[in-house]
């Protein structure tokens, strides 16, 4: 039997905004690229005093996904970890059309393939703050031993 080795993959940015004590607010957000996101955003308060313009953010998911292949079978082990909350809903997709799914953080699973080919896994892991990230991984299923 093979080790299985963790490969974190980091992906995505989630950005929320909380204006406080401001009936009319006008914001925008851009970002090409987490390193350099960029809030922009104007607030009036109905008494002309100074408005306060907070911004809060969310860490998203970290990933891991571990398979090993014997003939057309896929054995998975996928996870998700949060450094500021909790995972609270991971889905995989095999590929093929078949997903399987489990409110947590962990899943364990296996899959069998129909026919030989090149499949994307795509695992999709939610937060309990909203926010998400994919990570995605290529297995070539050969109907024989591979990894």
Known sequence: ?????ARPLRVALSVALTVAATPTTT???AASAPETARLQGTAQRADDAPARLV????QTPWIYINH????????????????????????VDF???????V???????????????TYTITVTALDNGGGYSVGT?????????ST
């Open 27 to 29: 914001m925008a957000i």
């Open 137 to 145: 991984r290529s297995v070539w299923i050969s109907g024989s031993d």
């Open 103 to 117: 409110a947590g953080d962990q899943i364990t699973t296996q899959h069998v393939y129909a026919a030989p080919g």
């Open 1 to 5: 039997m093979r080790e299985l080795v």
């Open 68 to 91: 090993y292949i014997t003939n057309y079978a896929l054995d998975i082990a996928v996870g998700a970890y949060d450094p500021d909350g909790s995972v609270v809903y991971l889905v």
């Open 55 to 58: 911004r809060t953010s969310n």
């Open 95 to 101: 590929g093929d059309g078949a997903t399987a799914s």
